[in-house]
Structure formats: structure tokens, C-alpha cells
């Protein structure tokens, strides 16, 4: 068990806190949508962190604060796509007039 725990950086401990918040501060999610969101905050941070701080040329001192905003775009990411799948024609609609 001390291995497992010496072998968490921080990285992934900003990542596991800014994904369970995302998910417990959300009141209208359900348990499995905030299971979700707790997944998809994680998948988001992991794939998209190095990239971004390539993309924005920043330091090795952004990884946490990068990787915890990441993780809390995961409750984003699924009420977004449960707008989607409510009413798909409503998403083009709103996207067309964004532009009046």
C-alpha cells in the first residue's frame, strides 16, 4: 500500500480532487451521472493535461493547477451531452441564433 501511495504524484491527486468535486458540489446530477462526471473529469485531465500546458508553453509548476481545471470540466462534459441527447434539434437551434 506505501508504494502505491509514494507513487502518486501530484498531478493525479489534483486530478482525483478536482473530479470528485465536480461530481459531489453538482446537485442536479443523479448518482450515475455523477459517476459520470467523476470518470469523464478524470479521462479529460489525463489526456488533455500535457498537451495543454505544450499548447500554452507553461512550466512544470502549472501540472496541478492544469490537471485539477481540467478534471472539474467533467461535470461540464456530462450535462452537455445530457442536453444533447434530450432534445438534439434544440443544440442547432441555440447555435444558429447565437449569431442574431
Known amino acids: 500500500m506505501q508504494e502505491f ?5 501530484s498531478k493525479y491527486l489534483a486530478m482525483a480532487a478536482g473530479a470528485l468535486m465536480s461530481a459531489l458540489f453538482s446537485s ?7 459517476l459520470l462526471a467523476f470518470g469523464s473529469g478524470l479521462f479529460v485531465a489525463a489526456v ?10 507553461l512550466g512544470a509548476g502549472w501540472v496541478n493547477v492544469v ?6 470540466s ?13 432534445d438534439p434539434g434544440q443544440i442547432l437551434t441555440r ?4 449569431g442574431k
Do not use: H, M
Open 74 to 86: 467533467g461535470n461540464n462534459l456530462v450535462k452537455w451531452v445530457l442536453r444533447i441527447s434530450k
Open 28 to 34: 442536479d446530477l443523479s448518482k450515475l451521472q455523477r
Open 95 to 98: 447555435f444558429k441564433g447565437a
Open 5 to 9: 501511495l509514494d507513487s502518486l504524484s
Open 67 to 72: 490537471a485539477g481545471g481540467l478534471a472539474l
Open 48 to 57: 488533455c493535461t500535457d498537451p495543454l500546458l505544450a499548447y500554452l508553453e
